[in-house]
Structure formats: C-alpha cells, structure tokens
C-alpha cells in the first residue's frame, strides 16, 4: 500500500497563433496605417457627425456574437475569416465592439493575459486591449485590423460564455463518423493535424486544433469552429453529440487503451483553454472536467500515422 | 506517530472519480490526483480523528498492510499534501472540514 499524489498544471495559457493565415480585406492597406474605406474622412476634409456602424454576427457553437465596426473594409475581412460561421439574427446574444487602431503594440503584455476589474473582464496581449462584461454580454476590443486579434479576443469571450454552463474550449481536433462526433485531445505536437489530415471521406472535420464542447441534457456536444491549426482549413459548421475522448500519442502501432475517470479528469484540464486564474472560473471549470469524464468514454490513442488508425475509430 | 490531526483545506476543491480523487488549488491552478489509499486517508482527513486511527482503522482495515507500513507512508502522504497546502496537520484537533 503505497497512498499517493500526482501533481500538474491546469490549463494552457497561450494563445496559440493561427495557423490559417490571414484573409485580408480586398481594401487592406500597409501595417501602420488604417484602411481607407467609404467612412472616414477624405483627406483635406473634416467629416463630421456619427460614424456609421457596421456590423456582423459570427456564430460557433450556436453561440452569437455580434462584431461591430465602423469599417467596412475590416467587415469584410471578418466575413472571409468566418465564412460558414456568418449569422444572421443579431437581435440577441452577445456583442463585441471593435475599434480599431494602426498596427502595433497596444499593451505592454507580451502573453495573453484575463483578469477581472470591476466586475469586468480585461484581456490584453501586446496586440490587443478587451474588456468583457458577463452580465451584460457586451465588450469592446481595442486592436489593429488584423484577424489574429479578434480570433484570440473571441477564443477567450467563448470560454467565458461556455464556462457558464459547463462546457469548454479544448486543444483537440474533432470529427464526426457515422452521426458521432470524437474528440482528438493533445497540446501542440501530439498529432491533432496528422490525424486530421489523414480523416477518410466520410469523417467532417470540426476543426483541427479547437474543439468547442457544450454540455446537453444527455451528455455533450461538439460544434466545429473557424480556429484552424496547422492544416489551415476550417471546420464545417455542423455538429453531433461527443461519443468518445482520445488523448493522442504517436507510436510505432495502433491502439487504444481505457482511461480511467481521475487520469481522464487530469488530462483534460491540462488541455482545456484556460486563461484566468479567477478561482470561481477555475472551479467552474474543474467541475465541467470532472462531470465531462463521468459521462464520455475517454481513450489513450497511440497511432501510427498512416490512414489505418481510422480504423480503429467508429 | 505522536498524534497528528489533518483537516482538508477549504481552498481547494476535489471530487471523487472512481475510486480516486482529483483536486485542485484555484489560485495555483495545480491539479492533484489521490489514488485509492490516499483517497482514504483524504476522506477521513475531518480535523478530529488522529491519523493513527484514520491508518489503523480505515487503511490496515481495508487494505493488506501493517500498521507501521502503513502509518510510514501516511505520514509521507501528509508531509506532500501538506507541503501543497491542500492538507492542514496539527497536533490538536482542527476545525471539522466541511
């Protein structure tokens, strides 16, 4: 008899950058200066009055929110990068507006960081300022007009909003087979884009990177997201309920070995997208973990990278 | 083992998966995994019971180990957890943990 402890980190910080790429506005114009577009000032001219708002809605996960800007041309580039995401009913769920500023440093933070201030959220890395209200579920993100800022603004807001009703953003890529969807779990390097990138025809891809996980009545649901990793394409905008979680190692074989709930619960954390150290959030989301383990099967997928490991999942 | 006491720490929180147990330290974000003897002793850990009675009562009962074995590694047990802070000792009795 030997009582012991194992100890870990929760959470993974970073932002990870996209691998994607950016999609840039047809009307960008060079970092450092603002792009031109039909509601500013010409030059040698005074525009005066209320600058027109332009605006869209982006939905992951069937979660709304509405991006407000008053340039066109940064709509247009919001349009490109959600594409298939694009809403349409703006009339509730969330809002976010976007100012924007020439390229640069916005903040002094060089890691992306989330702490509350007066009941608000504030999460800022050196390209970007946000502030969050949860009550209200309305922000405002101070950046350039550049897509990785927004996309890291809109990873943390989905985090907070999921955090409220036991689900998560977890570093996995994600497909469903035959109606049910499999979650692929590993930070950077575990194989989350080979095992994409070698999915037969008949899996959707949900995304190869971040996978967007709600909880329902009867279990839980992954969605697909426009947070693409290294194979640079966008997961499809469907969903199913999760059938299995696979934490992927790469190895000379194929198999699969049962986890058992604690290791599973342990696991998980580590791979869940986390960024404050608020203690309520961080419980918040050690109780998703731990009821998330207790409902879906997780597995130890060690594979051998070739087409065959699909096989094995069904 | 002169008489210890332990009591869980209220700044934590810990669920029972299984047969083990899994907490975390909120302001540290440390994740700590109990596997099923620790589990016991966790469970028993209400500030009242000495740990001498916890071993002898709970772990030698349950598991095939002699008390000295078993009140060594205890001991261990609590220095590690305590070191965490996720574990209150001492030799009174403490406040009963919730």
Redesign the interface.
């Known amino acids: 008899m030997r009582p012991n402890v194992g100890a870990a980190r929760f959470g993974s910080a970073p932002v990870s950058p996209l691998g994607s790429g950016s999609l840039p506005c047809k009307c960008a114009v060079p970092d450092g200066v603002l792009p031109s577009c039909s509601s500013r000032a010409e030059p040698g001219r005074v525009e005066w009055g209320v600058l027109a708002s332009h605006e869209m809605v982006v939905e992951i996960g069937g979660i709304p929110i509405r991006l407000l800007t008053r340039d066109p041309c940064f709509r247009k580039l919001l349009e490109d990068r959600y594409s298939g995401f694009v809403g349409s009913d703006s009339s509730k769920g969330a809002t976010l507006e976007v100012d924007l500023v020439p390229a640069g440093r916005v903040t002094e933070a060089d890691d992306v960081t989330v702490r509350l201030e007066d009941r608000k959220w504030v999460i800022e890395r050196n390209d970007f300022h946000a502030t969050w209200d949860p009550r209200s579920r309305r922000g405002a993100v101070r950046q350039s007009p550049n897509p990785y800022s927004i996309d890291s603004t809109l990873r943390i807001v989905h985090t907070l909003l999921l955090s409220e009703e036991g689900g998560f953003l977890l570093h996995a890529a994600s497909g469903i087979r035959n109606g049910t969807a499999f979650l692929f779990s590993g930070l950077s390097g575990a194989g989350k884009t080979t095992l994409s990138r070698l999915a037969p025809a008949d899996v959707t891809l949900l995304t190869d990177e971040i996978s967007y996980v709600r909880q329902e009545r009867s279990g839980y649901r992954a969605y697909g997201t426009p947070f693409a990793g290294e194979l640079a394409k966008v997961g499809e905008n469907v969903s199913a309920r999760v059938g299995a979680l696979y934490f992927l190692a790469q190895g000379i074989e194929n198999r699969i070995e049962a986890v058992g709930p604690a290791e599973a619960a342990r696991r998980l954390l580590r791979n869940i997208l986390f960024f404050a150290k608020d203690p309520s959030l961080v419980n918040s989301l050690f109780d998703s973990a731990c009821r998330f383990v207790r409902r879906v099967p997780a597995y130890r997928l060690t594979f051998y990278p070739d087409e065959r490991v699909w096989d094995l999942i069904r | 083992m002169s008489d210890k006491y332990i009591a869980r720490s209220t700044e934590i ?1 810990a ?1 029972k ?2 047969l ?3 907490i ?1 330290a ?2 540290t ?7 099923e ?2 589990t ?2 966790w469970e028993a850990a209400d500030g009242v019971t000495p740990l001498r009675a916890i071993v002898e009562g709970r ?1 030698c009962e349950k ?3 002699t008390p000295e ?2 009140c060594r ?2 001991e261990e ?1 609590v220095t ?2 305590t070191g ?1 802070g996720i574990l209150l000792v001492s030799d009174q009795p403490l406040s009963p943990a919730g």
């Open positions: 929180a669920r998966l299984g083990e147990t899994i975390i909120a302001e974000s440390s994740v700590f995994t109990l596997n003897q620790a016991v002793i772990v598991f095939d180990v074995v078993a590694d205890a047990l590690k957890l965490h």
